[in-house]
């Protein structure tokens, strides 16, 4: 017999793509962030005529390694944003241009399980990139995201996503002390931009890989 939570997650991440098709994303369901990044190549990309490629930062992103795929195509324009010997000017600029790129890849930090998408932002090139620009986005996104409410989905974000990144950006907020949200007046807020994505538009234009892992903040 299957181990139940192994049957339990089959059934969580189909109802969740299923409510996704319904609001107009194109949803994929990936059991390992290896599969997650061939379902771009194989599936996501031949639909597409690609010429420059972006993102937003996302640990989950970077788990299924499919930037190297682009990295290795000099033909793809890729717009690094992320780019440590950059000057800030410099990346200003690349993430105002990301914005125009004709495919951007992202993480969400919840998926509300009726297929919305919830975000917060400190800078907003990543929610930016996700709400109109890019042709086409596509989502990678670990189970652990998926929640049952947006209340949920804020709670989620602002007393487990926002502390934790800002732990891993070594920022100086009063949550990478406390381990939860103060509501800060900081000059190093990260949290400023919520979006939520209530359905793709236009249809399709939203792509998100639901990978059965655990994964990111
Ligand atoms: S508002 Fe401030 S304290 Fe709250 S999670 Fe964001 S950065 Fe941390």
Known sequence: MEAPTQKYWELRLQSCKAALEKNNFEAFIAQTPAEAGQIVIDQILPEM????????DSLTLYETN????????????????????????????????????????????????????????????????MV??????????GRNKIVSDLEQ???RIKNLA????AIRHEQKTPCVKTSYCMDCNSPARICNIWTIHEKSYPKGRIKVILINQDLGL
């Open 132 to 141: 109109f620009g890019p042709k086409w986005v596509v989502i990678m996104v």
């Open 162 to 165: 926002a502390p934790a990144n």
């Open 153 to 155: 989905a804020m709670d």
């Open 49 to 56: 005529n690609v010429k420059s490629v972006s993102w937003g």
């Open 66 to 129: 499919v930037l190297e795929f682009f990295k290795k195509d000099s033909e793809i324009n890729l717009i690094e944003t992320f780019d440590e010997k950059a000057s800030r000017e410099e990346i200003i600029e690349r993430r105002r241009n990301a914005l125009l790129s004709d495919l951007f890849f992202s993480g969400t930090n919840a998926v509300v399980e009726s297929g919305a998408l919830v975000n917060l932002d400190m800078t907003g090139n990543r929610v930016g990139g």
